[in-house]
């Protein structure tokens, strides 16, 4: 018998799972909120953000980077994979308000080809300058195993250089301003304290993306210090040397990933996936990486929120699906196992089979699965689908 982790403990989601009443997300998801009415903090901000003057935001951001324009060098890190919604922040800020970008990127695990070429592609037709950060493989291999085994997502390395990588190179390049797409604390529903304004503090990257586990934690398991350099953050001293403020592009233009990606495929030369990303309905978000559907996954091992959850979850904020085609989606989607890279995951954290599904047992919420033995196996305790028919009966 597999020991189990403790999700609600761990992670301070309710015990008992509920649904929002407008879209398709879960109060299992970590940091979310929930009004009186049922709805999530996301909705709420999506009702919100249809109400902002828009041209006002646009007339702060022109603001903005006079602010930071300078004659020589670099105005902003954009951090960009390549991917839609990097391509059109970095692009619309050269475009429309004749700033020069830095774009970096921290590089995937495993690129996938369509992901390396979105890359090429965005540096060579969208005609922009460009670092890459890779850690050495080997250091590599060993957190995307540890990350597995300790947190429940081998993408935690990834999470941490994603973060990171960007602070140093705006420190490195002495460029103060850094601007992100969307913050996910806003759209995807967390702390609403960061709704009404442009920035996000560095200080709550601890709790926002490492889940309380610091890339420092991990050197009690055989890895040292030179092995996480890489996915370290400069220190407060040197982000306060540089002045870095990081904003957001939501906070300044209405956030539409499908324009987003309408506008890449047109100005930078973006391409969709030619395959559907397992897990999901869909074909243009997070395409970079072979081993990306294992964090989906664990997602949904752990929360019982899986890829299609999240991403019907937005489309019906954008109201572009409606809340029963979302249902729909997740029960045909959700939570599919991510077979295709499965022996390139094998190969890359040297696991066997048998460790990966021990490992992937013991990180199911004891509130979320069900174990209902011979042919059934594990199974949600309750799935939005059932929620919705016992609620209409
Ligand atoms: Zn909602």
């Not at 904020?317 to 991510?338: H, N, Q, S, W």
Request: charged share 30%.
């Amino acid at each position: 018998m597999t020991e189990r982790v403790d999700i609600v403990a761990r992670y301070g989601v309710p015990r008992e799972v509920k649904f929002c009443k407008r879209c398709t997300i879960s109060n299992q998801r970590p940091r979310i909120v929930f009004d009186e009415e049922g709805i999530c903090g996301a909705c709420r901000y999506a009702e919100y953000k249809r109400s902002i003057d828009w041209e006002q935001r646009e007339d702060e951001l022109a603001d903005l980077c006079q602010k930071f324009r300078k004659k020589r060098g670099y105005d902003v890190i954009v951090p960009c994979s390549g991917g839609k919604d990097g391509s059109f922040t970095a692009h619309y800020l050269k475009v429309r308000h004749a700033m020069t970008p830095l774009t970096c990127t921290w590089a995937p695990n495993v690129y996938t080809d369509i992901g390396r070429q979105n890359l090429e592609n965005f540096i060579d037709v969208g005609g922009f300058d460009h670092v890459l950060g890779r850690a050495n493989g080997n250091a590599n291999r060993k957190l995307v195993r540890l990350g597995f085994e300790r947190i429940g997502d081998p993408f935690q390395s990834f999470i941490y250089g994603q973060t990171n990588f960007p602070l140093t190179i705006a420190v490195k390049y002495d460029v103060p301003l850094l601007m992100y797409g969307e913050n996910g604390e806003v759209e995807y529903g967390g702390d609403m304290k960061n709704a009404y304004r442009p920035t996000r503090d560095i200080e709550d990257h601890e709790k926002h993306y490492f889940s309380g586990v610091t890339p420092e934690s991990l050197i009690e398991s055989g890895l040292t210090e030179r092995d996480i350099e890489a996915y370290m953050a400069p220190s407060m001293k040197e982000i306060e040397a540089v002045g870095i403020e990081i904003h957001f592009m939501g906070y300044y233009h209405f956030w539409d990933p499908q324009e987003n990606f309408y506008y890449a495929i047109e100005h930078t030369g973006f391409q969709p996936n030619p395959l559907r990303s397992e897990g999901t309905y869909s074909k243009y978000a997070s395409l970079d990486d072979q081993i990306d559907g294992f964090h989906y996954y664990m997602a949904y091992i752990k929360f019982g929120i899986g890829r299609a959850t999240s991403d019907s979850a937005h489309e019906i904020r954008d109201g572009k699906i409606t809340r029963e085609e979302g249902i729909a989606l997740v029960r045909r989607f959700d939570g599919e196992f991510p077979r295709r890279y499965f022996q390139v995951f094998l190969d890359y954290t040297g696991l066997t089979e048998e460790e990966f599904y021990r490992i992937v047992d013991s990180w199911r919420g004891e509130h979320i699965w069900e174990d209902r033995g011979g042919n059934r196996g594990w199974e949600l305790k309750s799935p939005i689908w059932a929620m919705e028919e016992e609620e209409s009966a």
